[in-house]
């Protein structure tokens, strides 16, 4: 079974797609985090973000930088996004999620584009979509637990600033799926978000 989890910045799918791999024994990829190394592989060139060629060049980044902690960060989520536009970086990208998708007995990937182009033939589709506050106050906090310093008021302005450029690209934006399922977990607790998300697994399952 393949199971999409596609959305938006601190939409909490990242927690859900964890939970769901974790609950029917699958294996997970979060796919933020190859545009992540992308973008800080590109900080680490002195490259441009936005230039196709410095972006591409960024494709072939180590291994070990999948480790490394400034790959959560906020400039660095920002330098993904950027980077994520050119569509010669995606296509370099598309076989990793590809063969990680369709391996055998399936699995869970989360991000933004895995219902309509990695795996469209997921059987279970899930959009998390959560309100520009309650997601900005979920990322403050994690930032804050993480030591770094910045405001909520920055936090919500990169997140909209995100969700803008995702939404807008012109190769696999930021959409939910015609068939995708669409969770709000605006005013869901963690737990409580977990266990609508497994419940939309099991009725799909069960109706497909
Ligand atoms: O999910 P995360 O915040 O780690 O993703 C960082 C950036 O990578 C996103 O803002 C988006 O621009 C890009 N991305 C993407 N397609 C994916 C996953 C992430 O374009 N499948």
Do not use: W
């Not at 769901?20 to 190859?34: C, M, V």
């Not at 391996?103 to 990695?118: E, K, N, S």
Request: contains cysteine; hydrophobic residues 45%; proline residues 6%.
């Amino acid at each position: 079974m393949i199971i999409a989890v596609d959305g938006p910045t601190a939409s909490g799918k990242g927690t859900i797609a964890k939970a769901l791999a974790a609950h029917f024994a699958l294996p997970h990829l979060d796919t933020g985090l190859l545009y992540r190394a992308v973008g800080l592989q590109a900080a680490l060139n002195h490259g441009n973000p936005d230039d196709p060629g410095d972006a591409c060049a960024a494709c072939e980044f180590p291994d070990s930088l999948l480790a490394d902690p400034e790959l959560r960060s906020e400039a660095t989520g920002s330098l993904a996004s950027r980077v994520s536009v050119h569509p010669e970086v995606r296509r370099a990208l598309y076989e990793r999620q590809r063969a990680f998708a369709t391996q055998p007995g399936g699995a869970v990937l989360d991000g933004r584009d895995i219902g309509t182009v990695i795996a469209p033939e997921a059987e279970v589709k899930l959009f998390v979509v959560a309100s520009v506050p309650a997601r900005a106050e979920r990322r403050f906090r994690e930032m804050q637990a993480a030591g770094r310093s910045v405001t909520l008021a920055e936090i919500a302005a990169d997140l909209e600033a995100r969700d803008a450029r995702d939404r807008s690209r012109a190769e696999a934006p930021l959409v939910a799926a015609p068939d995708a399922v669409l969770l709000d977990t605006s005013d869901l607790g963690r737990e409580a978000a977990i266990a609508a998300a497994i419940g939309i697994v099991v009725a799909r399952r069960h109706s497909g």
